[in-house]
């Protein structure tokens, strides 16, 4: 809740006019409880989570050849009851495990300095800080992967999330409860780190579930913005991980490619890439002579 009572209070606060983003923002949120505005969280999953990966399941579902030729696995055809169930048992695991944790550890998103105040911050310091966040929870989820890579993790935890051995939009946050309490320690490692305004706060999780949402779409579109961005792993990358399933030692990282770089763990990946390259080439070759 805004420490103002008006706008002209508020401008006589900073000694300027608002912006009218900032105008906007006092209209909403200047009586409302910080607490609320934080759970607006829960609503922004539930939201996303629904409505990001429908068309292209409905597109697959009904009419798959104009996205067929995409397809990473193109011999595995998605069902819709296989798509309510994924849906139904995420929408069901956050109701048990993450919306109660999300419920009570408001004090602590207070305590780091999350703040819902103006003034607003700029688009540069939003970007910066929104880079921070991407980073940090990429390197510390990369090692939580890998861990439940091991032999007891995968059993007990991690074998649920890979059940999809193609993945689907879907099923980006399909797994234990105990995984997606786990992994949820990195996503709110950056903003412990770096505090950030709530409008921030809320745009990270957007675009950390809409990018995991795109990684695991099962589909590698060429005109994908994402492929703009450097050492971006896209769907192709993390489908590969779910392609060789328990065994898979290669490509734990959630977003970028670097730590599977540096720590050598992409080399399946990159032999896999290789030998596809050949066989297409020797594929070429023979249809040349042909005509």
Same mark, same amino acid.
């Given at each position: 809740m805004l420490p103002?009572?008006?706008?002209?209070?508020?401008?006589v606060m @900073?000694?300027r006019?608002l912006t009218a983003s900032?105008? =906007?923002?006092? +209209?909403?949120?200047s009586?409302?409880?910080?607490?609320?505005? %934080? %759970?607006?969280?829960i609503?922004?999953f539930? #939201?996303?989570? +629904? =409505?990001?990966p429908l068309?292209l399941?409905?597109?697959? =579902?009904?009419a798959?050849?104009?996205v067929?030729?995409y397809?990473? !696995?193109r011999n595995v055809? /998605?069902?819709s009851?296989? #798509? &309510? !169930?994924?849906?139904?048992?995420?929408v069901?695991? @956050?109701l048990?495990a993450?919306?109660?944790l !999300?419920?009570? +550890? %408001?004090p602590m998103i207070? /305590?780091?300095? *999350?703040?819902?105040s103006l003034p607003l911050?700029?688009?540069g310091?939003?970007?910066?800080?929104?880079?921070?966040?991407f980073?940090i929870?990429?390197?510390f989820?990369y090692?939580?992967h890998?861990?439940l890579h091991?032999?007891?993790?995968?059993?007990?935890?991690?074998? #649920?999330?890979h059940?999809?051995?193609?993945?689907?939009? &879907?099923?980006?946050?399909?797994a234990h409860w105990?995984?997606?309490l786990? =992994?949820?320690?990195?996503? @709110?490692?950056g903003?412990?780190?770096a505090?950030?305004?709530?409008?921030?706060f809320?745009l990270?999780?957007? /675009?950390?579930q809409v990018?995991a949402?795109?990684?695991?779409s099962g589909?590698?579109?060429?005109?994908?913005?994402?492929?703009? *961005?450097p050492?971006?792993g896209?769907?192709d990358y993390?489908? %590969?991980?779910h392609?060789?399933?328990?065994?898979? !030692?290669?490509n734990?990282?959630?977003?970028?490619?670097y730590?599977?770089?540096i720590y050598g763990?992409?080399?399946?990946?990159r032999y896999h890439?290789?030998?596809?390259a050949?066989?297409?080439?020797l594929k070429d070759?023979?249809d040349?002579k042909r005509v």
């Open positions: 103002y009572s008006t706008l002209a209070e508020a401008e @900073f000694g006019s900032e105008m =906007l923002w006092f +209209s909403y949120s009586r409302m409880p910080d607490y609320i505005l %934080y %759970y607006h969280n609503l922004f539930y #939201v996303f989570y +629904s =409505l990001v068309p399941a409905l597109l697959e =579902l009904w798959p050849q104009v067929s030729p397809k990473i !696995q055809n /998605l069902k009851a296989s #798509v &309510f !169930q994924c849906y139904k048992n995420v069901y695991v @956050f048990l993450v919306w109660p !999300q419920a009570i +550890s %408001y207070k /305590l780091v300095g *999350i703040r819902t911050p700029s688009l310091e939003m970007a910066a800080q929104l880079a921070v966040y980073l929870e990429d390197y989820n090692w939580i890998r861990l091991s032999k007891w993790g995968y059993e007990k935890i991690h074998k #649920v999330h059940e999809f051995s193609a993945p689907i939009g &879907f099923a980006a946050p399909y105990a995984e997606v786990i =992994l949820g320690i990195p996503s @709110f490692l903003p412990a780190i505090p950030c305004h709530m409008i921030t809320w990270w999780f957007v /675009l950390r990018e949402i795109d990684t695991h589909y590698d579109f060429p005109l994908n913005l994402t492929k703009c *961005i050492f971006y896209g769907a993390h489908d %590969y991980h392609y060789i399933g328990g065994q898979s !030692q290669s734990f990282a959630s977003v970028f490619t730590c599977d770089y763990t992409d080399k399946g990946y890439k290789a030998h596809l050949k066989l297409k080439e070759g023979i040349a």
